[in-house]
């Protein structure tokens, strides 16, 4: 296999799940559904930014955001199937980084 020439696939790839933030929402959202006012206290990130990743992570077709008809209104966002399926990366990267990155 030739590793000089970058998969455009791969590229894309790496480019989706580099942006700031959206790894750490992906991880996050691996437990389980949750609201955006929990995401934006638990991962730290301005509610402008985290809104922005969702629409792109919807669009990317790795989450879905739910609607609940109650009052208030309840929204909550949970990864598809396709979401899901980067369980085993993102565990992969946390032994990663347990092993090779010094704690903060």
């Given at each position: 296999?030739?590793?000089?020439?970058?998969?455009?696939?791969?590229?894309?790839?790496?480019?989706?799940?580099?942006?700031?933030?959206?790894?750490?929402?992906?991880?996050?959202?691996?437990?389980?559904?949750?609201?955006?006012?929990?995401?934006?206290?638990?991962?730290?990130?301005?509610?402008?930014?985290?809104?922005?990743?969702?629409?792109?992570?919807?669009?990317?077709?790795?989450?879905?955001r739910t609607i609940y008809p109650e009052t208030p209104v309840r929204i909550e966002y949970a990864l598809?199937?396709?979401?899901?399926?980067?369980?085993?990366?993102?565990?992969?990267?946390?032994?990663?980084?347990?092993?090779?990155?010094?704690?903060?």
């Amino acid at each position: 296999m030739d590793t000089s020439i970058i998969c455009p696939r791969f590229e894309t790839a790496i480019s989706l799940l580099s942006q700031r933030w959206t790894g750490l929402i992906i991880y996050q959202l691996l437990s389980g559904p949750q609201r955006f006012s929990h995401l934006t206290e638990v991962i730290g990130v301005s509610g402008r930014l985290l809104s922005e990743r969702l629409k792109n992570l919807e669009v990317e077709g790795l989450i879905t955001r739910t609607i609940y008809p109650e009052t208030p209104v309840r929204i909550e966002y949970a990864l598809t199937e396709k979401g899901r399926s980067l369980k085993p990366v993102m565990d992969e990267i946390q032994k990663w980084s347990q092993t090779w990155i010094d704690p903060v």
